[in-house]
Each structure stands twice: as structure tokens, then as C-alpha cells.
């Protein structure tokens, strides 16, 4: 391995760990409902667009379907929890391997597609999802389903009285993805997924699989994503086809990705505590009016910092742009 990639990837590792130190901690001084709430939904999208970066970041493939596996981990784990009594961690895991098994059962005709032929593919495929969801009965149709609370309990993850729980989940989820990020970007898939983005066949010339490949990263990507619904079903307690299979839910996996730096490994993180907290303040604050000025002034701000760092807000800190400045 490369001295310098190596000590890069400890330094990234020891960074992780003190960030992630630091927001533990965070929330022993905010006690604002509100703020933590905002806190919760960063961490989430945090975890969630390092799901969606695995796949369109390292290996190249654009989805805005990903909102499909977040509604189907939700869906999951609340239909066996209000149909048949199983515990939320099981239907997590549930919702996880299912979501795994059809991102692999769709790739295996999308993945012969290529560039915006693709990402097509993958908004019908979400949007058909949606569909079929606002349809079915058992599933409750577009009313929905909603998860009934009985109390505090971590067996069931259901709090009512605090926020912090989910916090620390959330913060859990953000990091294991980042962790699994980290641990994939040096194995021999990660190269082989950076080998497919740059050109597929010339890595296939060298001997990748790349078929397999992009196999393996809709695999992981989809298990995690739909992970990350299943944490948003018992948060918010209440789903229905709209409020978790949306297109926006897709663009809000991919946005943090795009600005902070797609392909990068903390660049979902930079963009997502940039982004989310940018979405519900302009919301709250100046989206009252039903003028839609605060998505006037959200789009405003997403355009003035992709045209500032097209490659991403973490390319500020690279290597290269330090040694330019002197």
C-alpha cells in the first residue's frame, strides 16, 4: 500500500472517531427539541446518502431510485410490527435483506443500461414502486400505516418522552456507514468499483468482473439505505407510500453526495450538515408564506455552491488546492 494513502486513511480513521466523539456529546448541551430533531434528520441523511455514494459515487451508476429501498426497510419493519407483533431490530434486518435481494433482481437487467439510460431506469422502477404501494390494501394504501406507541422501550425503539435515543441511533447508523464506506474504499471491491466508474471496459479488459461489481455495490448500498427507512418508521411512528417512497427522498440521498463531494468519503458527511439543516431552517422559518420562498432561497444557495466547488465542498480540503494557495 502507498505510505501516503496509508497514513490518509488512519488520519481519516482518527478524524471519525474524534467527530464522532464530539456529537455524542452534542446533545448534552442542546436541549431544544427542534435543534435535536434537525440533529436526527442530519445524521440520518448523513448515513443515507454514504449508502447512495457507495453505489453512484465509487462505482459510477447514478440512481434517483434510491427512495424505493428507503420505503421498502420502513415498510418492512412496520408491517411486521403492526401485522405480527416482530420486533422492530428484526424487521431492520428484514428490510435490509430484502431490499439487497431486489436491488440485485433489478440490476440484473439495469445494470446492462448505461448512462442516462440508467438513472431512467431507476426513477420508473421507484416511481412504479410507489404506485403499487399507494394500491395495496394490506399495505394500507395511501392512508398509510401507523405504528402504535406503547411507552419508552429500546426492545420495541420507540421513545416518547426524549429525542436523544434515536439520536444516538442515527449516530450509530452514520457511522457504521461511513465505517463500511472506509473499509470498502481499500478492499478490492472499492478498486474495482472506481476501475468500473472510470471506464468499464478497461476494467473489464484487466480482468473485473464488472457486472458482479456493480452487483455487489447496489447490494450494500441498498442494505444500508433501507436500514436508514426502517430507523425513519419508528421515528416519525407514522408511513404511508408518499411520505417514504417520494422522489424527493432520492434527491435528498443524492444532493449531500453531489455537494459535498460524489465519490469522496466525507463528502455526504460535509453535505448533509450543510444541506439538511439549511432544508428544515428555511422551511420553518421563511415557509410559512405558501410562496415556496424558501425553496426560492434553499435552490439559490444549492446553485451558488455548485458553481463554486463543482467538485465538491470537500475538495477545499484537499492536498492539492493547500499546495496551489502558496
Known amino acids: 500500500m502507498d505510505t501516503a494513502f496509508a497514513q490518509r486513511r488512519r488520519r481519516d480513521l482518527t478524524l471519525a472517531a474524534v467527530f464522532a466523539v464530539i456529537a455524542a456529546l452534542v446533545p448534552l448541551f442542546v436541549k431544544d427539541v427542534y435543534v435535536q430533531n434537525i440533529m436526527v434528520l442530519t445524521l440520518m441523511y448523513a448515513a443515507l446518502s454514504q449508502s447512495w455514494n457507495i453505489l453512484s459515487g465509487y462505482c459510477g451508476q447514478i440512481s434517483l431510485g434510491h427512495a424505493l429501498y428507503f420505503g421498502l426497510g420502513a415498510y418492512t419493519t412496520a408491517l411486521l410490527f403492526t401485522k405480527f407483533g416482530v420486533l422492530p431490530w428484526f424487521g431492520m434486518i428484514g428490510g435490509g435483506l430484502i431490499s439487497a435481494a431486489i436491488a440485485m433482481a433489478l440490476g440484473y437487467p439495469c445494470f446492462r443500461l448505461r448512462g442516462h439510460y440508467f438513472v431512467i431506469a431507476t426513477i420508473v422502477i421507484a416511481e412504479t414502486a410507489l404506485l403499487l404501494f399507494q394500491n395495496w390494501d394490506w399495505a394500507g394504501a395511501a392512508l398509510g400505516i401507523d405504528v402504535p406507541v406503547h411507552g419508552d422501550s429500546w426492545l420495541k425503539f420507540q421513545f416518547v418522552r426524549s429525542k436523544l435515543p434515536y439520536f444516538y441511533f442515527a449516530l450509530v447508523l452514520a ?66 407510500p408518499e411520505s417514504v417512497m417520494g422522489f424527493q427522498f432520492s434527491l435528498l440521498m443524492a444532493l449531500p453526495a453531489v455537494i459535498g463531494g460524489i465519490g469522496t468519503l466525507w463528502g455526504p458527511v460535509l453535505g448533509a450538515v450543510i444541506l439538511i439543516p439549511l432544508t428544515e431552517l428555511t422551511r420553518s422559518f421563511i415557509g410559512g408564506s405558501g410562496r415556496g420562498v424558501d425553496l426560492i432561497v434553499y435552490g439559490t444557495l444549492i446553485v451558488l455552491i455548485s458553481l463554486a466547488r463543482p467538485e465538491g465542498l470537500v475538495g477545499l480540503f484537499s492536498p492539492r488546492r493547500k499546495e496551489a494557495t502558496r
Open 175 to 240: 457511522c457504521i456507514a461511513w465505517l463500511v464506506t472506509w473499509w470498502l474504499e481499500d478492499s478490492k471491491w472499492g478498486y474495482w468499483w472506481r476501475a468500473v466508474k472510470d471506464n468499464p471496459d478497461a476494467a473489464e479488459s484487466l480482468g473485473v468482473v464488472v457486472f458482479n461489481s456493480k452487483m455487489g455495490a447496489a447490494a450494500v448500498s441498498a442494505f444500508l439505505t433501507a436500514i436508514g427507512g426502517s430507523f425513519y418508521a419508528q421515528f416519525v411512528s407514522y408511513i404511508d
